[in-house]
């Protein structure tokens, strides 16, 4: 059987993808270069399924690499994680964002036509609307985003869409997809792998180590947004759904064609929501403090998750803000250090 590739699969989303790989029986080959992802991680993949998952160290965006592993494993698809992701670093930092997510893509995807990859699947995001005149944000909002990151992420669409087009004329096969994630939280709720950042910067997570004792509190990023509770609003996607998309989506690409689909649960939990939710999942108090506003944060982002439904059938399943608290929850209880 044909491998899948799987750029990024041993950070945070990319080890629930090979997990979700190996578990439906493919062969899975992981180009990480371990900056922020776990070798640990796949080692977990591995025993729980008892398959061989091979992990490259090395960039997703370096060519020579990329090509030879393609070609060695016979690879037509490829799911592509690996990305720097934090709004407030890209402010910082942003030619290691197009470093790493714009200029990364480009060599894997000259990589990815010189050894006749055939349906890519892209991990895009809502950063790329930027702050949208309206919510819930359809795939035809215009794509304007704020940040680096986004932009990072923003070009690579647009490389993409003219990659297909040049296959297209060529009368080649090139499928792709840019799936936009929204707040993508939670994990394998077998406790396989999870998510393991440092330094952490995720609310969810946050929460849960304040819960935890790991930290003395959660700071409230603003309370004074036109939102019912003066705090932001974002729309939480359990990670396993956001892989399930990834599966679907793969499945349903065929010849040269472009699909861009929101992953959302289509409805928003404000900040205040999501500190009440770790209480109750975790039957302890989650110490708060109100600070500024973070610069950057839209007041209000959830997704239209419409077109992913009716043109594939596809929709979150977990819809339940407590069942993805209790599936972090379950993971940083056994994993507090993370992977270490
Ligand atoms: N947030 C917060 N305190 C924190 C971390 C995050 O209030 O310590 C807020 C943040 O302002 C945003 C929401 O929680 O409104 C989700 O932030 P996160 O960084 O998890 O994801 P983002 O929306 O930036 O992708």
């Not at 934090?86 to 290691?96: C, D």
């Not at 975790?282 to 043109?311: H, Q, S, W």
Request: hydrophobic share 40%; charged share 25%.
């Amino acid at each position: 059987m044909a491998s899948v590739l799987v750029t990024g699969g041993a950070g945070y989303i990319g080890s629930h993808g090979v997990l979700r790989l190996a578990r439906d029986g493919h062969e899975v080959v992981v180009v990480d270069n371990l900056v922020r992802g776990h070798r640990e991680a796949i080692a977990a993949v591995e025993r729980a399924t008892g398959t061989r998952v091979e992990l490259v160290e090395g960039d997703a965006g370096d060519r020579a690499l990329v090509e030879g592993v393609l070609r060695r494993r016979g690879v037509r698809d490829v799911m592509h994680f690996a990305a720097l992701a934090y709004v407030g670093e890209s402010v910082e930092r942003p030619l290691e964002y197009y470093r790493a997510n714009t200029s990364a893509a480009i060599g894997l995807l000259e990589a990815c036509e010189a050894a006749g990859v055939e349906r890519f699947v892209f991990s895009s995001t809502c950063a790329t609307y930027g702050e949208p005149a309206a919510v819930p944000i359809a795939e035809t909002c215009p794509q304007s985003p704020i940040s680096p990151y986004g932009r990072s992420k923003l070009m690579v669409e647009r490389v993409l869409a003219d990659v297909a087009e040049s296959r297209r004329r060529a009368g080649g096969a090139f499928a792709y997809a840019a799936l936009r994630y929204f707040n993508v939280a939670g994990c394998d709720r077998a406790g396989v792998v999870g998510e393991a950042h440092d330094p952490e910067t995720h609310l969810v997570p946050i929460v849960l180590q304040a819960a935890l004792g790991l930290r003395d509190r959660v700071t409230i990023f603003g309370t004074d947004y036109a939102t019912p509770d003066g705090t932001c609003v974002r729309d939480y996607i359990h990670v396993e759904d956001l892989i399930d998309a990834h599966v679907r989506v793969l499945g349903a690409l065929r010849g040269v064609e472009e699909r861009a689909y929101n992953l959302g649960i289509g409805r928003g939990h404000s900040v205040r929501e999501i500190v009440s939710a770790a209480e109750r999942v975790t039957g302890r108090r989650v110490p708060v403090v109100e600070g500024p506003r973070r610069a950057g944060d839209p007041p209000r982002l959830f997704a239209d998750p419409g077109k992913i439904r009716r043109e594939l059938g596809w929709e979150a399943r977990i819809r339940d803000l407590d069942e993805i608290i209790a599936s972090a929850w379950n993971w940083l209880r056994a994993h507090p250090k993370g992977y270490a």
